[in-house]
């Protein structure tokens, strides 16, 4: 599976949009790049993945540049509730579920 | 969404004894169930792939005899902490993933292990 690139970490007003980035530049054409966060002292939370759309559900939407080689998870209303490790993952339908959690991007929004 | 549950929470038990936490799938049937470990500050570490009817796949560095997991049904499996030691303590996740070609993977709320 390829591997991922995150800012350790990033703030964010409450309301305002979290735009979080992610380089994964040697990813292969049958990757998937999924989102997943960890509120603190809890699971891993799925949130949203895409082959190379852009996607959007009711957490978040998902941005993946044209070349595939990176991605941003926007928070449309970031919320104090938002604030977590965020993990962007890229893993293949050929290699077995398992994820391969990076160090993720911890986002703290303020008040 | 699906739901994976977790039991205990929260164990702390004494060197040398052994803990056994459990892992369910609560509304879907789980062909396959994971197992992680997260020390403090770090990310989540794989442990063991666990297939319904079939014996673990361990991950590299991870000693089978000493974490035992037995996934006997597709809503449950097990994580036992053999003859347990402080550098055990950490926080255990499991995972289970339906199988159904979504490759998804839904999360239990983890389990805090504290070792004296």
């Known amino acids: 599976d390829a591997k991922t690139t995150q800012p350790p970490s990033m703030d964010c007003a409450e309301g305002r949009a979290a735009n979080l980035p992610c380089n994964h530049s040697t990813i292969s054409g049958n990757e998937y790049v999924y989102w997943y966060r960890q509120i603190h002292s809890q699971g891993p939370q799925y949130i949203i993945h895409?082959?190379?759309n852009n996607e959007t559900n009711e957490m978040a939407s998902l941005i993946i540049t044209e070349d595939r080689k990176s991605s941003t998870l926007i928070l449309p209303h970031a919320t104090l509730r938002d604030t977590a490790v965020y993990y962007c993952?890229?893993?293949?339908?050929?290699?077995?579920?398992?994820?391969?959690f990076g160090k993720g991007t911890s986002l703290l929004v303020t008040p | 969404g699906a739901v994976v549950s977790q039991h205990p929470s929260r164990v702390i038990c004494k060197s040398g004894t052994s803990v056994k936490i459990e892992c369910r799938s609560l509304d879907f049937q789980a062909t396959t169930m994971f197992w992680y470990r997260q020390f403090p500050k770090q990310s989540l570490m794989l442990m063991a792939t666990s297939n319904e009817g079939s014996k673990a796949t361990y991950e590299q560095g991870v000693e089978k005899d000493k974490f035992l997991i037995n996934h006997a049904s597709l809503t449950l499996s097990t994580l036992t902490v053999t003859s347990a030691h402080p550098e055990d303590s950490s926080f255990y996740i499991c995972?289970?993933?339906?199988?159904?070609?979504?490759?998804?993977?839904?999360f239990g709320p983890g389990t805090r292990l504290t070792v004296t």
């Open positions: 895409g082959l190379k």
């Open positions: 995972s289970a993933s339906p199988g159904d070609g979504s490759y998804e993977q839904y």
């Open positions: 993952i890229v893993k293949g339908s050929n290699s077995g579920y398992a994820l391969n």
